[in-house]
Protein backbone atom coordinates (compact mmCIF):
# COMPACT_ATOMS: atom_id res chain seq x y z
CA UNK A 1 0.00 0.00 0.00
CA UNK A 2 1.29 3.48 -0.94
CA UNK A 3 1.83 6.27 1.34
CA UNK A 4 0.65 9.63 -0.39
CA UNK A 5 1.40 13.21 1.70
CA UNK A 6 0.29 16.51 0.57
CA UNK A 7 1.42 19.67 1.14
CA UNK A 8 1.52 23.59 -0.19
CA UNK A 9 -1.97 24.37 0.76
CA UNK A 10 -3.09 27.32 2.71
CA UNK A 11 -4.88 30.81 1.88
CA UNK A 12 -4.00 32.93 -0.74
CA UNK A 13 -5.60 36.34 -2.10
CA UNK A 14 -7.36 36.42 -6.02
CA UNK A 15 -4.54 35.98 -8.86
CA UNK A 16 -2.07 34.63 -6.07
CA UNK A 17 -0.47 30.92 -6.75
CA UNK A 18 0.46 28.36 -4.72
CA UNK A 19 2.66 25.07 -5.55
CA UNK A 20 1.40 22.14 -4.00
CA UNK A 21 3.07 18.94 -4.12
CA UNK A 22 2.63 15.05 -3.29
CA UNK A 23 5.22 12.53 -1.86
CA UNK A 24 5.09 9.06 -2.74
CA UNK A 25 6.12 6.06 -0.14
CA UNK A 26 7.41 4.42 -3.56
CA UNK A 27 8.53 5.46 -6.80
CA UNK A 28 5.92 7.31 -8.94
CA UNK A 29 6.97 5.92 -11.99
CA UNK A 30 5.33 2.47 -10.70
CA UNK A 31 2.05 4.02 -11.36
CA UNK A 32 0.19 4.90 -14.79
CA UNK A 33 -0.21 8.19 -13.55
CA UNK A 34 -0.34 10.92 -11.07
CA UNK A 35 -3.48 12.89 -10.76
CA UNK A 36 -4.66 15.68 -8.74
CA UNK A 37 -8.23 15.82 -7.65
CA UNK A 38 -10.38 18.51 -5.62
CA UNK A 39 -13.63 18.88 -3.47
CA UNK A 40 -15.09 21.75 -2.45
CA UNK A 41 -17.92 21.90 0.03
CA UNK A 42 -20.90 20.11 -1.23
CA UNK A 43 -19.85 19.19 -4.67
CA UNK A 44 -18.62 15.83 -6.05
CA UNK A 45 -14.38 15.56 -6.35
CA UNK A 46 -13.09 16.49 -9.76
CA UNK A 47 -10.53 15.97 -11.66
CA UNK A 48 -8.16 18.65 -11.99
CA UNK A 49 -4.66 17.35 -13.61
CA UNK A 50 -2.84 14.38 -14.38
CA UNK A 51 0.67 12.99 -15.31
CA UNK A 52 1.54 9.67 -17.13
CA UNK A 53 4.59 8.10 -16.51
CA UNK A 54 5.93 8.78 -19.74
CA UNK A 55 5.15 13.12 -18.46
CA UNK A 56 2.06 13.37 -20.80
CA UNK A 57 -0.24 15.71 -19.16
CA UNK A 58 -3.71 16.57 -19.40
CA UNK A 59 -5.71 19.44 -17.33
CA UNK A 60 -9.82 20.40 -16.71
CA UNK A 61 -11.04 22.80 -18.81
CA UNK A 62 -11.20 24.98 -15.50
CA UNK A 63 -7.52 24.99 -14.61
CA UNK A 64 -6.06 24.63 -18.93
CA UNK A 65 -3.86 27.50 -18.43
CA UNK A 66 -3.34 28.55 -14.93
CA UNK A 67 -2.14 25.17 -13.33
CA UNK A 68 1.06 23.04 -14.30
CA UNK A 69 1.16 19.36 -13.21
CA UNK A 70 5.38 18.56 -13.12
CA UNK A 71 6.90 15.44 -11.09
CA UNK A 72 10.71 14.88 -10.16
CA UNK A 73 12.93 11.87 -11.16
CA UNK A 74 11.71 9.64 -8.03
CA UNK A 75 8.09 10.33 -5.87
CA UNK A 76 7.15 13.49 -6.01
CA UNK A 77 4.37 14.99 -8.02
CA UNK A 78 4.04 18.94 -7.79
CA UNK A 79 0.94 21.32 -9.04
CA UNK A 80 1.51 25.02 -9.73
CA UNK A 81 -1.75 26.82 -9.39
CA UNK A 82 -1.54 30.79 -10.65
CA UNK A 83 -3.98 33.36 -11.31
CA UNK A 84 -6.31 31.31 -8.57
CA UNK A 85 -9.64 32.23 -8.47
CA UNK A 86 -12.08 31.85 -5.60
CA UNK A 87 -13.56 28.97 -7.53
CA UNK A 88 -10.27 26.89 -7.16
CA UNK A 89 -11.21 26.65 -3.06
CA UNK A 90 -11.59 22.90 -2.69
CA UNK A 91 -9.65 19.98 -0.52
CA UNK A 92 -6.93 19.06 -3.25
CA UNK A 93 -5.95 14.90 -3.41
CA UNK A 94 -3.32 13.52 -5.09
CA UNK A 95 -3.81 10.11 -6.69
CA UNK A 96 -1.66 7.30 -7.30
CA UNK A 97 -3.51 5.09 -10.43
CA UNK A 98 -2.06 2.09 -11.65
CA UNK A 99 -5.69 0.42 -13.17
CA UNK A 100 -8.95 0.36 -12.54
CA UNK A 101 -9.96 -0.74 -9.28
CA UNK A 102 -6.13 -0.06 -8.25
CA UNK A 103 -5.07 3.38 -7.14
CA UNK A 104 -4.56 5.59 -3.83
CA UNK A 105 -5.40 8.42 -2.44
CA UNK A 106 -3.50 11.00 0.00
CA UNK A 107 -5.34 12.85 2.60
CA UNK A 108 -6.01 16.07 0.88
CA UNK A 109 -4.49 19.91 1.16
CA UNK A 110 -7.40 22.63 1.72
CA UNK A 111 -6.58 25.72 -0.58
CA UNK A 112 -8.61 28.92 0.41
CA UNK A 113 -8.80 31.71 -2.36
CA UNK A 114 -9.92 34.92 -0.54
CA UNK A 115 -9.43 38.19 0.07
Known amino acids: QVQLVESGGGLVQPGGSLRLSCVSS????????MRWYRQAPGNQREFVAG??????ARYSDSVKGRFTISKDTRNTVYLQMNSLKPDDTAVYYCNAYLSAGYESWGQGTQVTVSS
Open 51 to 56: ITAGGD
Open 26 to 33: RSIYSFSS
